[in-house]
């Protein structure tokens, strides 16, 4: 592992980890555990709050201080409504209101004076261009496919009369959901990845991000974008057009009413719309209509284009996961090029958002966005491409002052930068300063690296490797975790001698901080009885007995507990594929445990909590725009109880760890603060602590305490 990737584990005070990699916590009580201060051996972000002098903040962005503003008043904005179209768009009202530019725009300026300053007042609940509070519930249970809401709550689109004919979709419903998996949306975010032993290949694994994509983010650059249809690839190469195709380009783009094109001489030079971005684009349709997971949705929308390249597979992969997470802030750029952006309908809007995606974070040519928006948006709502031709070309200059002010000087603006909502990305500042909250949105940005974790009862490792070998890949071993192993590159994943390795149950995908917590969660001494709870499909469940087996040289007996019976079901079925018959699945409410089990009966208890998965979000890109703060809230209460429960069933010296897959301190020091500081928590003294940052090529941002129990 290189040391970027190693230096994500900071662990407390004094004790590194092993050979430099995942540090663990320093054993021994905490000074002020009981106190409430932070718990000991974990060592809190060490990034530097913003103080007053600090640069990083928020800047409160009153009106008057400066700041891009968005149009004129009347500026701006479509104003040709075609006939045919109903009331056309730009008649009467002016482009933009000024509350609106007011909002979305005043804080979003490198020239005030003012510097930074730590967030501390309730006007900033209000989120970056959204219109939906902090708290708004409908905003974060609702309002999934983004943001669309107007004043009165009512979605975008579906006040007063439709500018298009509505064109529902109505196809079959390939999209395959478990009803009871609307239940766990909130809350178990982060278990996804391990759905199937036979993982899918990541979308990286086919280069496909320009250059100036990643800049955007600041990420470092990939390799160059490819694309197939002729006009694109041109594009792609990051050229402009020659003057004879940039030529051809402007009658290719035809009549600003989307009508006839004429190229050289009148011929009609028709503009093919790529499969990729068609694609792309029913996928947000449906993400956006199911409040789905864009990857759930995204192979059978796939395998329904049929003969769809590889590459424009990809394509389509890329960009429906980047519009997804870059949602609200692309809603919030349309809508500044929008005249009435609540009258825009919810399939055009889908159409835009991929253009939109393309122009901000893939750094498109505006050629290529504006011709093929135009197609998509035609594809979608034939009526609408008029508007989509104005639009575009109103979105494709307005890109170029993206985004809109100086990141340095304006929370708000670093915010659109990283495509956070500004409530996620002031809560990362005040938490973590504004240095380390700024990188982790940067990384979370960027493509989950691929690690796979080893069956030792199963497989030889040695053996695996060479597999992986021959099929083309290089294997990086964690320089921490056993059985760990960084895929470098992901396409072996699709080699017929890889994927039997995953069908017999030799290796599954799994992130390194998940397989450093499912070692720690295996203590040194030998268990006889060994209590999961939180078990989903029983990802941890296979490491931690691979981590017996490693250990004692057997698996253990294992009570794996689930609220969702599916999920038991999966678990078993699961476990006997990885070669584990030790575990018995029990479906409960682990909050009221020990109506089902004995209390103090388990050598050691892991407790996988569901939780925000906000150090996931490269995986779950859905996250940062459905999270609310106050389901960050109510999932720390829940995680409280399930810790509080499962320290009942600790044998005095057995072991308790407590694990999320998130950043947040109100789901993690403070649910074991809070715990500790209890009657019954005075028994635990805190032997390690994994905390995970996220960095560009490492491993996602995980949290662990493993305590033991005393007395
Ligand atoms: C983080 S996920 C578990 C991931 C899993 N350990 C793995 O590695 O694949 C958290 C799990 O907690 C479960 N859960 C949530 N609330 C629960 C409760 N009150 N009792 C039991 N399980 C619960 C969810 O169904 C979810 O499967």
Not at 651 to 676: H, I, M
Request: aromatic share 6%; glycine share 14%.
């Amino acid at each position: 592992m290189t040391d970027q990737h190693q230096g994500g584990y900071r662990g407390a005070a004094g004790r590194g980890g092993n050979g430099g990699g995942p540090r663990r916590g320093g054993a021994g009580r905490p000074a002020g555990g009981r106190d409430g201060r932070s718990s000991g051996g974990y060592k809190k972000y060490d990034g530097k709050k913003p103080s007053g002098d600090s640069r990083g903040g928020y800047r409160g962005g009153k009106p008057g201080e400066g700041g891009y503003r968005g149009g004129k008043p009347n500026g701006g904005g479509y104003r040709g409504g075609k006939p045919g179209e109903g009331k056309p768009y730009g008649s009467g009202k002016p482009s933009y209101n000024g509350r609106r530019d007011d909002r979305d725009f005043r804080d979003g300026d490198s020239r005030g004076g003012k510097p930074y300053k730590k967030f501390d007042g309730p006007k900033s609940d209000r989120q970056g261009g959204y219109r939906g509070k902090l708290g708004d519930k409908s905003f974060g249970d609702k309002r999934q496919g983004g943001y669309r809401g107007s004043k009165d709550g009512a979605r975008g689109g579906q006040r007063g009369p439709k500018r298009f004919d509505g064109k529902k979709y109505d196809g079959p419903k390939k999209f395959d959901r478990r009803d009871d998996r609307r239940d766990d949306r909130r809350f178990e975010r982060r278990d996804d990845e391990h759905r199937t032993q036979t993982p899918a290949v990541p979308e990286r694994s086919v280069a496909m991000t320009s250059p100036r994509a990643s800049s955007r983010f600041g990420a470092p650059a990939p390799a160059p974008a490819v694309e197939h249809d002729a006009r694109s690839a041109r594009d792609d190469r990051g050229q402009r057009p020659r003057r004879d195709d940039r030529h051809q380009g402007d009658a290719r783009r035809g009549s600003r009413d989307g009508g006839p094109r004429g190229g050289r001489g009148g011929r009609p030079q028709p503009v093919k719309l790529s499969p990729g971005r068609a694609a792309a684009c029913e996928i947000g349709r449906i993400v956006r209509e199911r409040e789905a997971f864009v990857s759930e949705v995204t192979p059978s929308v796939i395998a329904k284009h049929e003969g769809i390249s590889p590459e424009d597979a990809a394509f389509a992969t890329k960009i429906a996961r980047g519009v997804t997470s870059t949602l609200g802030t692309l809603d919030e750029f349309i809508d500044r090029n929008l005249r009435s952006p609540e009258d825009i309908q919810d399939d055009v809007r889908d159409a835009l958002r991929v253009s939109a995606y393309e122009l901000l974070f893939l750094g498109k040519d505006a050629y290529a966005a504006v011709d093929q928006g135009v197609e998509l948006v035609r594809s979608v709502q034939p009526k609408a491409s008029g508007l989509a031709n104005s639009v575009l070309r109103k979105m494709s200059t307005s890109a170029k002052k993206f985004p809109y002010g100086n990141p340095d000087l304006s929370l708000q603006v670093l915010a659109r930068s990283q495509a956070f909502p500004l409530w996620f990305a002031k809560r990362l500042m005040n938490e973590m300063g504004l240095k380390q909250a700024t990188d982790f949105m940067r990384a979370s940005n960027a493509d989950a690296p691929v690690f796979i974790a080893v069956n030792p009862i199963k497989a030889d490792e040695a053996e695996v490797v060479e597999v992986f070998d021959q099929a083309g890949s290089l294997m990086e071993p964690s320089a921490t975790v056993p059985g760990c192993y960084l895929v470098k590159d992901a396409r072996v994943l699709r080699k017929p001698a890889v994927r039997a390795l995953f069908e017999n149950g030799s290796v599954c995908v799994s992130d390194e901080s998940a397989q450093a917590i499912a070692a720690l969660a295996c203590p040194e001494g030998d268990v006889e009885a060994f209590l999961e709870i939180g078990a989903g499909r029983g990802t941890k469940t296979i490491l931690v007995q691979g981590n017996a087996v490693r250990r004692f040289g057997r698996t253990v007996p294992m009570v794996s507990v689930d609220d969702h019976a599916f999920k038991g079901e999966l678990l078993a079925k699961r476990a006997a594929a990885y070669g584990i018959q030790s575990v018995r699945p029990l479906t409960a409410d682990a909050r009221k445990l020990s109506e089902k089990l004995p209390e103090a009966s388990f050598d050691a208890v892991l407790v996988d909590a569901p939780c925000s998965g906000a150090g996931t979000m490269r995986r779950h890109p859905e996250i940062r725009w459905r999270l609310t703060a106050e389901q960050i809230e109510e999932m720390a209460a829940i995680e409280y109880d399930l810790l509080a429960e499962a320290a009942k069933m600790v044998k005095p010296g057995g072991t308790l760890t407590y694990a999320t897959c998130t950043v947040f301190e109100a789901e993690n020091s403070q649910v074991v603060d809070r715990f500790r500081r209890t009657k019954f928590g005075e028994a635990f003294e805190i032997e390690e602590t994994i905390a995970t940052t996220l960095s560009a090529s490492g491993a996602d941002a995980h949290y662990a305490v493993r305590m033991k129990r005393v007395r």
